[in-house]
T-cell receptor, first 113, second 111 residues
């Protein structure tokens, strides 16, 4: 089974500042990588995913993540955050031949004015 | 709207009671799964199914049963509720590689 480590449990950040959420995974085999976002009292929503091809993937709301195979990382970044980005973010990984998804413990992002 | 529907949204049980959490999806996804979410622990897989009639255990299966008689439905049964099962439960479905679609969750409290 995959092991996923999110290196920061809490990230406070000021509005319009950049943010980076770090994610490392354990597998050496081919993987699919995902970031999910959970707003307060809601379910999880897919933010972006890496399946193959370009190692840089983007979401519609300004987030991007870069797959680094040599470092087994998939860090999430946004150059300028908004108050509405306050949420919990989960990194998740699955092997390409497996349905099962392993999640990190989550990173809570709190954006302050 | 297409998606994953979970019921109930909230539930309070007494220790020893049993109940079934319902999950239904209308996207014809092969794969369905149940997770529990606890503070600081992310989501942990309870049980999963790769198709009708096929189920298997995840990381934390003890105290839970599942069945998959149809593609659409994947109920989770708590056999004898314990306070340690107080959690938020999420059902999800997917095709491989497409990411999961999650339900809105069931917040369960066992007293």
């Amino acid at each position: 089974a995959q092991s996923v480590t999110q290196l920061d449990s809490q990230v406070p950040v000021f509005e319009e500042a950049p943010v980076e959420l770090r994610c490392n995974y354990s597998s050496s085999v081919s993987v699919y990588l995902f970031w999910y976002v959970q707003y307060p009292n809601q379910g999880l929503q897919l933010l972006l995913k890496y399946l193959s091809g370009s190692t840089l993937v983007e979401s519609i709301n300004g987030f991007e993540a870069e797959f680094n195979k040599s470092q087994t990382s998939f860090h999430l970044r946004k150059p300028s955050v908004h108050i509405s980005d306050t949420a919990e973010y989960f990194c998740a990984v699955s092997d390409k031949n497996d349905y099962k998804l392993s999640f990190g413990a989550g990173t809570t992002v709190t954006v302050r004015a | 709207n297409a998606g994953v529907t979970q019921t109930p949204k909230f539930q309070v049980l007494k220790t020893g009671q049993s109940m079934t959490l319902q999950c239904a999806q209308d996207m014809n996804h092969e794969y369905m799964s149940w997770y529990r979410q606890d503070p600081g622990m992310g989501l942990r897989l309870i049980h999963y199914s790769v198709g009708a009639g096929i189920t298997d255990q995840g990381e934390v299966p003890n105290g839970y049963n599942v069945s998959r008689s149809t593609t659409e439905d994947f109920p989770l049964r708590l056999l004898s509720a314990a306070p340690s099962q107080t959690s938020v439960y999420f059902c999800a479905s997917s095709f491989p590689g497409y990411g999961y679609t999650f339900g809105s969750g069931t917040r369960l409290t066992v007293v």
